[in-house]
């Protein structure tokens, strides 16, 4: 079973940067990945997509401030997030974009002054 371990979240004020990253027990090369985040009572939801080709696709409410990479070799996926708002706060995931594994335990991202 894939283990997937986030890691790189914190307290952060409004205008600040986080780097998140994600390891996969196994190689993920050959997968299209995500980052999500779930905030309290919402849904989980995709804030940006990276192909195995290294294609990226953020939605509109991060577009121009976060940014998805990739290295392989280190069967890694990272997010840079910079201008964070308050409502970036969220817990944030790593998954496959279909047939996801099992989710980690994500790690926390708090936006606040």
């Known amino acids: 079973q894939v283990q997937l371990v986030e890691s790189g979240g914190g307290l952060v004020q409004p205008g600040g940067s986080l780097r998140l990253s994600c390891v996969a027990s196994?190689?993920?090369?050959?997968?299209?990945m995500g980052w999500y985040r779930q905030a309290p009572g919402k849904q989980r939801e995709l804030v940006a997509s990276?192909?195995?080709?290294?294609?990226?696709l953020l939605p509109d409410p991060v577009k121009g401030r976060f940014t998805i990479s990739r290295d392989n070799a280190k069967n890694a996926v990272y997010l840079q997030m910079n201008s964070l708002k308050p409502e970036d706060t969220a817990v944030y995931y790593c998954?496959?974009?279909?047939?996801?594994?099992?989710w980690g335990q994500g790690t926390q991202v708090t936006v606040s002054s």
């Open positions: 196994r190689d993920i090369s050959v997968l299209h």
């Open positions: 990276i192909t195995t080709a290294g294609a990226t």
């Open positions: 998954n496959r974009l279909v047939n996801y594994y099992p």
